[in-house]
């Protein structure tokens, strides 16, 4: 679980320059927790976002696959084997803030991402369900699967 460039060199965390950043959106992750970038769109497949974010005391948000567009996103190589093949790679925001984040796919799930990209239906951020969680009474309500 590293950040590391053969031209760069590797990015390391800026909490603790002994650790590291965590895994490929390290370097995302500890600029966001240095405070040079408000929030930065990142990939994940296995942890690409959620180690970095761990690691460097910030937030993110994998969203569901093909949730987000994923245009100008390049997969891996289909010519040979690749135990990552099967897994679909999602992109979406490192942040400071919960806050952030929140706002961060407000704007990915535009309701006119068809538009820009027309492998992708509308699905706009549902307000009205967002807001009702935020009650504190409706909190019991809500369900979480972890697979």
């Known amino acids: 679980m590293s950040a ?3 031209i760069f060199g590797e990015s390391v965390n800026p ?3 002994e650790r590291t950043a965590g895994g490929s959106s390290g370097g995302d992750a500890g ?6 970038i408000p929030l930065s769109i990142c990939t994940d497949i296995g942890g690409g976002m959620r180690y970095p974010a761990a690691f460097c005391g910030v937030y993110t948000m994998k969203p569901t696959a093909k949730r987000c567009s994923s245009r100008g996103l390049n997969e891996m190589s289909k010519l040979r084997f690749n135990a990552f093949q099967s897994l679909e790679c999602v992109a979406g925001p490192i942040c400071s803030s919960v806050d952030d984040c929140v706002l961060s796919m407000k ?4 309701p006119k991402i ?9 699905s706009e951020f549902n307000e009205e369900m967002f807001q009702a969680v935020q009650d504190r009474e409706n909190v019991s309500k809500v369900k979480i699967g972890i697979l």
């Open 31 to 36: 600029m966001v927790a240095s405070k040079c």
């Open 107 to 110: 704007v990915q799930f535009d």
């Open 15 to 17: 909490l603790n320059f």
């Open 114 to 122: 068809h538009l820009l990209d027309p492998e992708k239906t509308p």
């Open 4 to 6: 590391k460039n053969n």
